[in-house]
């Protein structure tokens, strides 16, 4: 079954803590790799496609990267204003499968 | 229009009645999806849309769902005998292709059954 998990569930840190987050999938028939974000109320807002392992994408004090099995989502020295919950998903020809999400909170 | 856009933002229903959620995709997209998002919870798969191929449906949690997409545009997403577990936010998203690009979301119909 496709299946995409992300860990972990929750994450607090202090600002200018560097981590990172991580989304582990088994896709069949995977077309690319998928990061959003989501603020409370709102709808997922679109941050990086990755479509082969070993490719990396920069956003600011985001850079995701893939693995064959994996997808890791890195924040470097983050501030409050990144406090939301990030959503991996899976695209598949007919589907796009997202994990659950890691809520992720920036302590000032 | 710019974004894709969903109406209404909020919706509270009475038990039993009939709801419809609407969707107007990002101009040119040919796909379109449905999920549903539970408080607290991941994005659950509904529907999909593709050109003119006929819908994915495999997410349609019972008959009570059903959606339709008139003129490769505008979708509708209707539950019928609405249900106090129907009680969710429905999102719809829309891409240029399939799974393979990304999609795009609207802020979600929020629904409440009573």
């Known amino acids: 079954e496709d299946q995409v998990t992300q860990s972990p569930e929750a994450l607090r840190l202090q600002e200018g803590e560097s981590s990172s987050l991580n989304c582990s999938y088994t896709?069949?028939?995977?077309?690319?790799l998928f990061w959003y974000r989501q603020d409370p109320g709102k709808g997922p807002e679109f941050l990086f496609t990755l479509y082969s392992a070993g490719e990396e994408k920069e956003k600011e004090r985001l850079k995701a990267t893939l693995t064959k099995k994996e997808s890791f989502l890195h924040i470097t020295a983050p501030k409050p204003e990144d406090s939301a919950t990030y959503l991996c998903?899976?695209?598949?020809?007919?589907?796009?499968?997202f994990g659950k999400g890691t809520r992720l909170h920036i302590l000032p | 229009g710019a974004g894709v856009s969903q109406s209404p933002s909020n919706k509270v229903t009475e038990k039993g009645k009939d709801v419809e959620l609407r969707c107007d995709p990002i101009?040119?997209?040919?796909?379109l999806y449905w999920y549903r998002q539970s408080l607290g919870q991941g994005l659950e798969f509904l529907i999909y849309?593709?050109?003119?191929?006929?819908?994915?449906k495999s997410g349609l949690p019972s008959d009570r769902f059903s959606a339709e997409r008139t003129g490769g545009s505008v979708s509708t997403l209707t539950i019928q005998r609405t249900q106090q577990e129907d009680s969710a936010v429905y999102l719809c998203a829309s891409s240029r292709g399939g799974g393979w690009t990304e999609a795009f979301f609207g802020q979600g119909t929020r629904l409440t059954v009573v």
């Open positions: 849309f593709q050109g003119n191929s006929a819908p994915d």
């Open positions: 101009s040119g997209h040919t796909a």
């Open positions: 896709v069949s028939g995977l077309r690319g």
């Open positions: 998903a899976g695209g598949r020809d007919d589907k796009i499968i």
